[in-house]
């Protein structure tokens, strides 16, 4: 009798071990996605940034928020896709008045815009 006791504790460790290690790996999985998400929002946003800066040599300025910054899309032959991020989230644009600096980010996968803080995603060209 004395080994029937113990089974159904060994069924109880083995299943709370089981549980342990699935949500260890679905926590696992879902961190893999969310950096694939924001690796590839870097990826367009160094990509539109790349535009961007084409556009300010050929005109001398950034595109103004009334003619948008999507306009370099169509300029430079970028596909459409990169006008949101892997959330579906237009990209959000910053311009200076002037017209010598703008910036591109993502509100994230949070879809709050935190001013290019918390979980937004921002491209910084190393100029």
């Known amino acids: 009798m004395f080994p029937l006791a113990k089974k159904p504790k060994i069924y109880l ?23 694939r998400s924001r690796h590839e929002t870097l990826e367009r946003l160094a990509t539109i940034n790349l535009a961007l800066e084409l556009f300010r040599k050929d005109v001398g300025r950034c595109p103004t928020p009334t003619e948008g910054w999507q306009l370099i899309l169509k300029k430079y032959g970028l596909p459409q896709s990169h ?9 959000s644009y910053s311009y200076a008045e002037d017209g010598a600096k703008c910036e591109l980010y993502s509100i994230g996968e949070n879809q709050i815009d935190e001013r290019m803080k918390g979980d937004d995603i921002v491209f910084r060209s190393r100029r």
């Open 13 to 35: 460790i083995t299943a709370a071990v089981s549980i342990a290690a699935s949500i260890f790996v679905l926590d696992k999985f879902g961190g893999v996605k969310h950096e």
């Open 83 to 91: 006008s949101t991020d892997p959330w579906g989230n237009d990209f």
